[in-house]
């Protein structure tokens, strides 16, 4: 805008525009400082989520994995005792062994 001034001999316009256009520069510059140091902070904020954001997809897919094992650890679990018909602890059951004898001769029953 001063550029375009038609009085090229009028000092004091040429003063007060150059004065004009370093305050409107310095307080741009100043904005953009702050918003420059704005962008890098939340540029770090945002490579600072997607780190923790990977951490918990991993972390959510090995609790799946995990999840999925004690399903079948479970079911596994849950069969074999359906066909224990011993609820006792040792390994050799003598009630387990008699009833095993009367089992037999009754599964010849016809």
């Not at 000092?11 to 310095?26: G, H, I, Q, W």
């Not at 609790?63 to 079948?72: D, V």
Request: glycine share 0%; charged share 30%.
């Amino acid at each position: 805008m001063c550029l375009m001034a038609k009085e090229k001999d009028d000092a004091s316009s040429v003063s007060s525009c150059t004065s004009l256009n370093a305050e409107n520069y310095s307080q741009l510059l100043q904005a953009f400082k702050e918003t420059h140091e704005e962008a890098n902070q939340l540029a770090l904020l945002n490579n600072r989520l997607k780190e923790l954001n990977n951490w918990l997809e991993n972390r959510v897919k090995a609790l799946e994995e995990e999840l999925e094992n004690s399903k079948t650890d479970f079911e596994n679990l849950k069969m074999l005792y359906k066909n224990s018909s011993c609820k006792c602890d040792s390994l050799v059951c003598e009630n387990c062994e008699s009833l095993e004898k009367k089992v037999l001769p009754c599964e010849n029953c016809g």
